[in-house]
């Protein structure tokens, strides 16, 4: 799962040949996948530059909520091995969609598959945002020096803490990086992103990371490894700078893993991309995270809001 960087030069590895095949293609299905609704901001960014920069004829876009059961998401089942197990379950059901890119716009799901056996044995493309993350942690610790990256994310990407160990093998310092789990604070910013509840949250494990962090007077980049973060940067930027330092920088890769497709497509494009969105669900999703979410992404894509309050509820969508 390589990435390439905004000036098209290599960055973690080069792009797979296959993913620039399907970028070729006039008429194309993308899967996007994530647990929750936080990808679905990477849905509609993806959406909204086909209409300015229409690289197909025809795209079907599928938002695949690969959330596994109605009360209890991947971080809530004990061993990794069960959450691998049941993603690669629902990998398997997202093959059935014949997709020709599948795009794991999530942190967690992203740290697990290359455990998966569907990742030894399926020849479709799929691309994870832990690369476009680790890339743009790594560009601006290097362009900054005493800088401090504070990576938040789910307890299962920090437990897996992917993002840390690459970011050493390329020869960044262990103690410039700090890692925090944020448990709950995903559900909590898809029911209301600038809720009481995500203010308390965020306000907890901010002071939790500045006891680790100490005092540190350079800059402060604070990457925000779940997609559901990027909702909410704004409170995040507050905290940061409440407890730590005034000098604070967020960092959101989700519109790096948007960009790409349009940096890697043909430049051959077509003068419009007939578009059809969908979003499945394994679970019946709550109405109120339904219409905060769409609230939050009605200005990028008002189709990609009206497919996500015309949701496919398919209880069996995948089994495990």
Known sequence: M?????????????????????????????????SGLGGISICADVVSRLHRQPLFEDAAITYFNAWPEQNRGYNKFDTITERVRIFNQALVSMESYHPDLIMIACNTLSALYDRTEFSRHSGIPVLGIIDFG??????NLIKTPNSKALILGTLTMIAENRHKEILIEKGIDNDRIITQACDGLPTAIE?????????????????????????HRGKLFVALCCTHFGYSAPIIAQKAKQYVTDCVAI??????????????????????TNLDIKVISKIEMDDVKIRSVSRLIHDVSPETAEALANYEHKPDLFVF
Do not use: W
């Open 2 to 34: 390589g990435t390439a960087g905004k000036d098209g030069q290599e960055m973690d590895s080069a792009p797979d040949k296959s993913v620039k095949a399907v970028l070729n293609k006039k008429n194309i299905s993308i899967l996007i996948t994530d």
């Open 191 to 215: 029911r209301n992103s600038e809720g009481e509840a995500v203010n308390e949250l965020t306000d907890k494990y901010i002071r939790e990371a500045a006891q680790k962090i100490g005092q």
């Open 134 to 139: 680790v890339d743009l942690i790594h560009e």
């Open 251 to 272: 960092l959101n890769p989700n519109g790096l893993m948007s960009e790409f497709l349009f940096e890697q497509g043909s430049d051959d494009v077509c003068y419009k």
